[in-house]
């Protein structure tokens, strides 16, 4: 492997001051893009979902948890894998309670969901130590409708955006050739009883574990930085009562 040039203090210093310059309006661009992403309109979820979770079923309204926002990361463990996919594991070896602990302290909870048996999830995360809150699909659409689960004889194959014409012309037509699961990130806005979807990231749009700003950053509130919790409501408010102003 090629190791970097030897230079002098003041060379150093100079190229230093130029990479400065592109990281400050890199940072900048980032700040522009993350306003629009909270300006993206949602769509409300019509679909009354439903999972398998610790306490038994659970519907989406549930995994919020009372907070107004909820990122959902699909993790790729379909049913029958002896395995989740490595990329997915090495993203679930790196979170721990205080990553999720403050996600939650702004308002939002963070969840992972699959399509395997809820059983089969308790197993890898016994055997990994893995402690985010993972719930499971299956036998629901979800997966096919935020288009992580691919399967054409299911739902038409939409990935990462793209129509099976897109992907064909973006060298991904195999994802047009058999079932398969995609890692993705989903992110929810609840006002009241209504759920709505606000934003989706598939392929490399889901490197968000630098920490959790970047998480918080992909959701339409952002990163609520005075946001405390609700005193004296229910979990589940009635319709029309907003969490947020």
Known sequence: MALPEVVTRE?????????????????????????????????????????????????????????????????????????????CSGSLAVQNPAMVDQVRSRGTNFVLVSRAAFPDLQKKQAEHGWT????????????????????????????????????????????????????????????GNAVFHTYSSFARGTEYLGGTYPLLDLTALGRQEDWEEPKGRAANAGPGMPFFD
């Open 11 to 87: 060379e150093w210093l100079e190229a230093r001051r130029a990479l400065l310059a592109r990281e400050k309006e890199m940072t900048r661009e980032r700040d522009r893009l993350n306003a629009d992403r909270r300006r993206l309109p949602m769509v409300r979820v019509e679909k009354d979902y439903v999972f398998e979770g610790p306490d038994g079923s659970v519907h989406l309204l549930d995994l919020f948890d009372g907070k107004p926002q909820l990122v959902v990361q699909h993790v790729m463990f379909a049913p029958g894998w002896d395995e989740v996919c490595r990329g």
């Open 132 to 191: 985010t809150p993972w719930y499971s699909s299956f036998g629901s659409d979800f997966n096919y409708d935020f288009h992580v689960s691919i399967d054409k004889d299911v739902t038409p194959v939409e990935f990462n955006f793209r129509t099976p014409d897109e992907l064909l012309r973006a060298n991904a037509g195999w994802l047009l050739e058999e079932p398969s699961e995609q890692p993705g990130l989903s992110c929810f806005l609840r006002d």
